[in-house]
């Protein structure tokens, strides 16, 4: 996730960078239309700031706008696409679930998503503010806004919190996160553990669909987060665990 904060002032860089290549460039011209020597410092100074913002819009165009280039700028520690998370109130021994989205932002990145009961009915959406982040680990804290058809036992208050996630360590993309959050109001604290759907799955399409939601919701549920064995002393593989 430093690699996030690091690609998101490569706008700037490259905007400067080119901007100074330019005037250099035009120097001579510049000094042969200009009246004394403060003039041509002054347009030169004026062609950096004009060609650096060009460059700068038009690289973060380009840095945001093609999944492909920061797939491959970031490499082990690309974690944006859709997530389907189990949180677990050890508490009461019940588990909810979430779809989220993690999206690129020149800050870094950004955590939006949507909570489920087990039958796949909204229970809230929420968002997530990045706090810190030191790779594998990110550190957000996070407002929950309650679904008006939710009989959810919060009521209709919106929740805020703050938690600690930990991405897997691979060589490659990250495939799993787990962590905890901690409601601020009740200071109840929930484990989490979150998969990476495949974006060639054909159900990420269908949740854009209100007729094909629910269905969709359920079916990725039930493929990353099987009931557990009821069997006494057995653990799941996949431990339960929602990001809020």
């Known amino acids: 996730m430093d690699a996030y904060a690091r690609i998101s002032r490569l706008p700037t860089v490259v905007g400067i960078a080119l901007g100074v290549a330019l005037a250099n460039t035009l120097r001579s011209w510049i000094d042969g239309i200009a009246h004394g020597a403060g003039t041509s410092l002054l347009i030169q100074a004026g062609v950096v700031v004009l060609i650096s913002e060009l460059s700068r819009h038009l690289s973060e165009h380009y840095l945001y706008g093609i999944r492909v280039l920061r797939e491959q700028i970031l490499r082990d520690q690309y974690v944006e696409g859709t997530w389907v998370e189990c949180v677990t109130d050890h508490s009461t021994s019940t588990r909810r679930f ?133 069997r006494p002393g057995d653990a799941s593989e996949s431990p339960p665990g929602v990001l809020s």
């Open 98 to 230: 979430g779809i989220i989205t993690i999206s690129p932002v020149p800050s870094g990145v950004l955590l939006t998503g949507e909570n489920f009961d087990s039958v796949g009915d909204s229970v809230s959406t929420f968002c997530s503010d990045i706090v810190s982040i030191t790779w594998p680990k990110l550190a957000y804290t996070y407002t929950e806004f309650e679904s008006r058809r939710s009989t959810h036992e919060i009521g209709n208050q919106d929740q805020a919190g703050r938690g600690d996630l930990l991405f897997d360590l691979i060589r490659s993309a990250p495939q799993r996160f787990t962590g905890h959050f901690e409601e601020t109001t009740h200071g109840r604290r929930y484990e989490m553990q979150a998969w990476r759907v495949n974006r060639k799955n054909n159900l990420l399409a269908d949740l854009n669909s209100p007729q094909l939601r629910r269905d969709a919701v359920c079916a990725l549920i039930a493929s990353h987060f099987p009931e557990p064995d009821p």
